[in-house]
């Protein structure tokens, strides 16, 4: 499901107009998104919750745990968003 199937199920579940169903989702969303920014993680009963992680490169093969042979140079590390899915 991607964001435009879940703004039409909101908007038939709820019986809404599909724009007041966007602004909806948009604002959940957002809200999230946000909270997830300053680093406090979300967690929805039933559903899940949402962490922030920082990753860093490995620099290792995937097929052997070789190290490649690289020069050695500066890659930033990176925040994902991991999702951890409720029982129930």
Do not use: C, W
């Amino acid at each position: 499901m991607n964001k435009r199937l879940l703004i039409e199920a909101v908007a038939r579940k709820n019986d809404i107009p599909v724009r007041a169903a966007k602004a909806n989702v948009e604002a959940t969303l957002g809200i999230i998104s946000k909270t997830l920014q300053r680093g406090i993680p979300v967690k929805l009963q039933g559903f899940g919750t949402f962490t922030l992680r920082e990753s860093r490169p490995s620099g290792r093969s995937g097929r052997d745990a070789e190290k490649p042979r690289m020069k050695p140079h500066f890659i930033p590390a990176a925040k994902q968003v991991y999702t951890q899915v409720g029982k129930g």
